[in-house]
């Protein structure tokens, strides 16, 4: 099984950046598609990323395209998401989580990490 931590969310006003780690212990990234995921207060979750999707490059939702890149640091076993041009509505508690990517969407799988806080101020 893979441990996941997420570290790196904090607070920022409207335009910064910020970079989220995802730090797997337990195995490797080898083995494991590592994607992130957001929930916001009232809202449903959203596949934000996915390393890999099915058709061979990586996922991003249509709300991030352009300004969210995701990568991986296999040398460090971690999964990096930096976040340009950040909005407000991008406020959410990120999740990175083993995940399948798909054309318009991602699917989470069974591995969790605990969340961490992005807060984007006008």
């Known amino acids: 099984q893979v441990q996941l931590v997420e570290s790196g969310g904090g607070l920022v006003h409207a335009g910064g950046s910020l970079r989220l780690s995802c730090a797997a212990s337990?195995?490797?990234?080898?083995?494991?598609?590592i994607g992130w995921f957001r929930q916001a207060p009232g809202k449903e979750r959203e596949g934000v990323s996915c390393?890999?999707?099915?058709?061979?490059?990586?996922f991003y939702a249509d709300s991030v395209k352009g300004r969210f890149t995701i990568s991986t640091d296999y040398a460090k076993n971690t999964v990096y998401l930096q976040m340009d041009n950040l909005k407000p509505e991008d406020s959410a508690v990120y999740y990175c989580?083993?995940?399948?990517?798909?054309?318009?969407?991602?699917?989470?799988?069974?591995?969790w990490g605990q969340g961490t806080q992005v807060t984007v101020s006008a």
């Open positions: 989580a083993t995940c399948v990517g798909y054309e318009n969407y991602a699917t989470a799988g069974d591995f």
């Open positions: 337990g195995s490797t990234l080898d083995y494991y598609n």
């Open positions: 390393s890999t999707s099915i058709y061979g490059g990586p």
